[in-house]
């Protein structure tokens, strides 16, 4: 399994390989598990190079496997082998210690602007080897926001996820007739994935912030024919 390569010198965004920056904030994935997921998040921060030390801090106790930075630079900071302090509390699909089960990836973004072209190819990339390496499906590459929508917004509403969605690196809603009233709109979240012990205003943020950022008001019959569009088979 691919360690991550040695160290190299220069920072221009025209480096093809990661740089290997160590970072001390990781331990074993418990109970045996693997990765099977993605969790995108973002940085806030003022600059990479602030991120980068922040998650190479040891009194930071927070890592990420890897950085990339809003010229393209990518720094491997955790070993995907190893579980990295990324995710906190939160859950997926009914399964808690996302840790355990993902790889992370921080973007340099502060949430109130687009995300590069540079930066976004440059997640292309990674992300296809990732889930090449790990057998991790579409459906497995989430943002921060979905696995804890009651604490974190990240990687935000100007992340593009259907530019990702275009290259089967994330799930695509499949249009669907828009039928019915809306008492299953939580049932169908959390048949996605998302946690079930949310509050209504909570659950309807997070799934916006997925997947219909420019919503606003109450639930809607397109809050729910998004979520259906994504389950394989009509609810």
């Known amino acids: 399994m691919w360690l991550g390569p040695r160290a190299v010198p220069g920072c221009g965004a025209q480096l093809t390989a990661p740089i290997w920056h160590p ?11 693997r990765p099977e997921l993605v969790v995108i998040h973002y940085t806030a921060m003022k600059s990479a190079n602030a991120a980068l030390y922040r998650l190479c801090d040891p009194t930071s106790e ?67 080897g990732v889930m090449t390496r790990w057998a991790i499906p579409p459906e497995g ?21 259907a530019r990702l969605a275009r290259q089967g690196l994330a799930a695509e809603p499949v249009a669907r007739p828009r039928t019915g009233d809306l008492p299953a709109f939580k049932a169908l979240a959390v048949a ?28 809607t019959q397109e809050d729910r024919a998004v979520l259906a569009g994504l389950l394989s088979s009509d609810i």
Not at 23 to 31: C, H, L
Not at 143 to 153: F, I, L
Not at 192 to 213: E, K, M, Q, S, T
């Open 141 to 161: 590459v989430i943002g921060h926001s979905d696995m804890a929508p009651d604490r974190k917004g990240d990687p935000g509403p100007r992340f593009d996820w």
């Open 62 to 128: 927070v890592s990420a496997h890897y950085l990339i930075g809003a010229d393209g630079r990518l720094w491997h900071l955790v070993s995907e082998e190893m579980r990295a302090w990324h995710a906190g509390a939160g859950s997926w699909a009914g399964r808690a210690d996302v840790n355990s089960r993902s790889i992370g990836i921080e973007l340099d973004n502060r949430g109130t602007h687009p995300f590069s072209d540079p930066q976004m190819r440059r997640l292309e990339t990674l992300l296809s």
């Open 192 to 219: 996605v994935g998302y946690p079930g012990d949310l509050d209504d205003a909570a659950l309807l943020h997070a799934v916006r912030l997925r997947f219909r950022p420019w919503a606003q008001g109450p639930l």
């Open 23 to 33: 970072s001390p904030n990781y331990g074993p994935r418990r109970d045996g598990l």
